[in-house]
């Protein structure tokens, strides 16, 4: 496994201007790691589907694509871009049963953020509150939960950033590595930068204070 990553910043499809600032996960970066942990006719999921990026590259690689997210105008904007609607659930995946999905090779996600000096809860899409420790409980939760629809050896990737902030620095990144490490067995990181085009203009070139980002590499040990 390459431990160093410099990509391509893009998307095939741009979403509808309502959506132009949220953030999304280059296509380049799902299709890296969906190609190295699944073959052709594997099934990949997204427990935090967002506007399905994972989902939609995944389906273009032939995969079998699956997921979760918590806003409804997202679900539907998946389920317009794949050719199994039903695949994609609305819901929380805190709430994940094992009959939801069939067992899946791999999983490809990125969390919703959180920094230690915010107070509202990223799993309910920032609307309720939440403590920094709250949140990282429920970031096992959602692993744990992940598990019972993982296949035995399938692989889970976590792209997410540390955060600088107001002139603080939450090391989401490794808080993140630690609390999944308690559900699936740790493989490594990659560092991820981006070529070309700088994505969104917050500060610093990634959008967190970093230029660079994670994924972390997770493979289900369990049996
Ligand atoms: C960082 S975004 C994922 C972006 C996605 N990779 C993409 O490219 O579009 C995190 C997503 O998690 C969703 N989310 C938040 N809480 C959730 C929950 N409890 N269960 C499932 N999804 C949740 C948010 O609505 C958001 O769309």
């Not at 132009?20 to 699944?38: G, M, Y």
């Not at 997210?69 to 049963?97: C, K």
């Not at 899409?125 to 992940?146: K, P, Q, V, W």
């Not at 050896?153 to 808080?175: R, Y």
Request: aromatic share 12%.
């Amino acid at each position: 496994m390459d431990t160093y990553l410099a990509l391509e910043y893009g998307h095939r499809e741009e979403l509808p201007d309502e959506y132009v600032n949220e953030v999304r996960t280059p296509d380049a970066l799902v299709a890296h790691f969906v190609k190295a942990f699944t073959d052709p006719g594997d099934r990949v999921i997204d427990i935090f589907a967002g506007y399905g990026t994972t989902l939609t590259v995944a389906e273009h690689l032939d995969r079998v694509p699956f997921g979760i997210e918590y806003e409804a105008d997202r679900v539907a904007h998946i389920q317009d871009r794949i050719s199994t609607p039903t695949h994609v659930r609305h819901g929380s995946v805190l709430d994940l049963e094992p009959s939801w999905f069939p067992p899946c090779e791999c999983c490809f996600t990125s969390p919703p953020f959180m920094t230690q000096t915010m107070e509202e809860n990223p799993f309910e899409n920032y609307a309720g509150r939440s403590t920094y420790e709250e949140y990282l409980a429920d970031i096992e939760t959602a692993f744990t939960r992940l598990g019972s629809v993982l296949a035995p050896g399938g692989h889970v990737v976590v792209d997410v950033a540390n955060m600088k902030h107001d002139g603080t620095v939450t090391p989401l990144a490794w808080d993140i590595a630690d609390r999944v490490s308690n559900v699936f067995e740790f493989e490594g990181e990659v560092v991820v930068t981006w070529e070309g085009e700088s994505p969104i203009g917050r500060d610093g070139r990634f959008g967190y204070g970093y230029d660079h980002t994670y994924c972390h590499v997770f493979r289900n040990s369990e049996p």
